[in-house]
T-cell receptor, first 111, second 113 residues
Framework: RKEVEQDPGPFNVPEGATVAFNCTYS??????FFWYRQDCRKEPKLLMS???SGNEDGRFTAQLNRASQYISLLIRDSKLSDSATYLC????????????FGQGTELSVKP | DTGVSQDPRHKITKRGQNVTFRCDPI?????LYWYRQTLGQGPEFLTY????????KSRLLSNRFSAERPKGSFSTLEIQRTEQGDSAMYLC???????????FGDGTRLSIL
């Protein structure tokens, strides 16, 4: 079983749609959580940190459920420029801060 | 540009050759990480440094791989006697405290012929 599991997609949605990605992690020692965005053949870039209280950044909302070991990302009013792979990431900072990545979920927003 | 920089961006080499990659982290970051990413997968942890000390190495890092960070600033990753399976994107990231987000360089794409 992978430490971080995501549905690889692809998710094909029209502009303006709302799309939700889910992620589960197996290591209960995981302590920090992030969503990174990765464009084709580019490096991962931090999209947002994820907190138990939930956090929002514009059209993006992230949520963490520690009891269920579940992380989500909601994108509202999708734009063409949102097309990318979204990586769910856990940080084991009691193990030096190394990041454990999910496989990534591919999103394609169509006109 | 004060981000993480990696060199070269691309490397094509024949099987059996040695290659070396360089990473320059964000200057105030004391932690430096190396990851490897293959097509369709998320990045996988290889090793990390706190200042000049290499504190953990993944089992993915065979004895053909060696990494250094001699003065606690830039780091190098060397692969000896490259194999087809070494073809991947090699990513470097840096951070301050371990619970903070890591910032990635552009990566070095390695292709083994």
């Amino acid at each position: 079983r992978k430490e971080v599991e995501q549905d690889p997609g692809p998710f094909n949605v029209p502009e303006g749609a709302t799309v939700a990605f889910n992620c589960t992690y197996s290591n209960s020692a995981s302590q920090s959580f992030f969503w990174y965005r990765q464009d084709c053949r580019k490096e991962p870039k931090l999209l947002m940190s994820v907190y138990s209280s939930g956090n929002e950044d514009g059209r993006f909302t992230a949520q963490l459920n520690r009891a269920s070991q579940y992380i989500s990302l909601l994108i509202r009013d999708s734009k063409l420029s949102d097309s990318a792979t979204y990586l769910c990431v856990v940080n084991l900072y009691n193990q030096g801060g190394k990041l454990i990545f999910g496989q990534g979920t591919e999103l394609s927003v169509k006109p | 540009d004060t981000g993480v920089s990696q060199d070269p961006r691309h490397k094509i080499t024949k099987r059996g050759q040695n290659v070396t990659f360089r990473c320059d982290p964000i200057s105030e970051h004391n932690r430096l990480y190396w990851y490897r990413q293959t097509l369709g997968q998320g990045p996988e942890f290889l090793t990390y440094f706190q200042n000049e000390a290499q504190l953990e190495k993944s089992r993915l890092l065979s004895n053909r791989f060696s990494a250094e960070r001699p003065k606690g600033s830039f780091s190098t990753l060397e692969i000896q006697r490259t194999e087809q399976g070494d073809s991947a994107m090699y990513l470097c990231a840096s951070s301050g405290p371990p619970n903070q987000p890591q910032h990635f360089g552009d990566g070095t794409r390695l292709s083994i012929l």
